[in-house]
């Protein structure tokens, strides 16, 4: 019998949560880590006697399913339980996603600082298949409700936004996603499961790009989609496999489409889940020193973070999250005063992507946003983007220091 018939992990501590659900001892040996299932098929036990339910790794593989698992407890503690989706990237997820919940002529209301990735799928890939989006600052809730169609199908919500931390009032766009018939999606990938529980909030899925904080370490590409229970497909939907459930539908397209994690990107983001925790104590400690640091810098015009009690959105973001995340944006005064800062940081190191224990900088108009060049979510071309790693934070701010000198 395993431990998560003997226990309710979604009733305990989020590390408790992190470290065992999913992830109990190998009933073979005993292993205290889920081994790599690396299969592409199983045996059956005569025809259509599946050991487990598993009989093709595209389908379900048990390495994968115990990150889902783990995934959905992180996300739903103390809810009844969602149900957890594992990807080979996050825009992998996303596409499943809005490919299980969007048909033509469906809207798609977006942030207008988006992630760009995320707005280049819905507006240069979705959109030649009939998906209408509109571009709201979602701060803003009137602004939001007003931007609603009769055709709004999905409330598309990053929060903290990359790379401008924008915060959004997750409850409050709950009621108006209700409101609406449309579903509210989270992506979560900033603040992490540890900080923000967009589900227990009202959202009915939650989004990662796993890649980040929870692998943690920069080894790793993967996605993930959580879907809350009793989550219904908008405008009378009704999935190719049958009902109206959200998960049915996203079970079905991530198995037809196939962008599934990989058995080894699946144990490897198992690892990084385990101490997501700790980890993140230390990314906001130190992001919070630097973010101090800038604000006190003459080089600096505007600093970013959430934990500064200028940010306007500091009040909703101490309300709804448990800290405020590693991420720090900052802006120079030109662009070219913002490329030399990135050009000489020698602790930071000078790379896309983000959440690893390793400090990384880069400048988001030419790099992770520049597929946003001449679009209303145009990012500014002075703006700095850290993910702040957890190094010796003297160190951290000493790198800072000598770049903006």
């Not at 992990?9 to 009933?27: E, K, L, M, N, V």
């Not at 992630?115 to 600052?137: N, S």
């Not at 990084?272 to 604000?295: E, S, W």
């Amino acid at each position: 019998m395993s431990n998560s018939e003997h226990n309710d992990w979604t009733r305990t501590g989020f590390s408790t949560r992190a470290i065992h659900a999913g992830q109990d001892p190998d009933p073979t040996t005993g292993a205290v880590v889920p081994p790599i299932h690396q299969v592409s098929t199983y045996k059956q036990d005569g025809v259509g006697g599946l050991r487990g339910g598993y009989e093709y790794s595209r389908s379900a593989n048990p390495t994968r399913t115990a990150l889902e698992e783990a995934l959905a407890a992180a996300e739903s503690g103390g809810l009844d339980p969602a149900q957890g989706f594992a990807f080979a990237s996050g825009l992998a997820a996303e596409d499943t996603l809005l490919r299980a919940v969007l048909r033509p002529g469906d809207h798609v209301i977006v942030p207008d600082d988006a992630y760009g990735g995320t707005y280049r799928l819905i507006a240069r890939v979705f959109g030649p298949w009939g998906i209408a989006h509109t571009p709201v600052d979602l701060s803003d809730v009137e602004a939001v409700r007003a931007a609603v169609r009769p055709e709004t199908r999905v409330l598309w919500v990053e929060t903290p936004t990359n790379p401008l931390l924008g915060i959004s009032d997750v409850a409050a766009l709950a009621g108006v996603a209700r409101d609406a018939g449309a579903l509210l999606v989270v992506d979560n990938t900033f603040a992490t499961p540890y900080l923000q529980q967009p589900l227990a909030l009202g959202a009915d899925v939650v989004v990662h790009s796993t890649t980040k904080y929870i692998g943690g370490h920069s080894d790793v590409v993967g996605g993930a989609l959580v879907v809350a229970a009793g989550a219904v497909l908008p405008g009378g939907l009704e999935s190719p496999a049958g009902g109206t459930d959200v998960a049915g539908a996203v079970g079905f397209h991530q198995n037809s489409s196939g962008a599934v994690a990989g058995p080894f990107d699946a144990w490897l983001t198992l690892r990084g889940l385990k101490t997501l925790a700790v980890r993140m104590d230390r990314h906001q400690a130190n992001a919070a020193a630097v973010a101090a640091f800038l604000v006190d810098h003459p080089a600096v015009t505007e600093v970013l973070y959430p934990g500064l009690a200028s940010h306007p959105g500091h009040d909703v973001a101490a309300r709804q999250m448990t800290g405020f995340g590693g991420m720090v944006s900052f802006r120079a005064g030109s662009e070219a005063k913002a490329l030399d800062v990135c050009a000489r940081t020698q602790v930071f190191t000078l790379a896309e992507s983000l959440g690893g224990v390793e400090s990384l900088v880069e400048h988001p108009g030419r790099m992770t946003h520049g597929s946003v060049a001449g679009t209303s979510l145009e990012v500014p071309d002075d703006l700095v983007r850290l993910s702040v790693g957890i190094e010796d934070v003297e160190d951290l701010v000493a790198d800072l220091g000598q770049a903006l000198a």
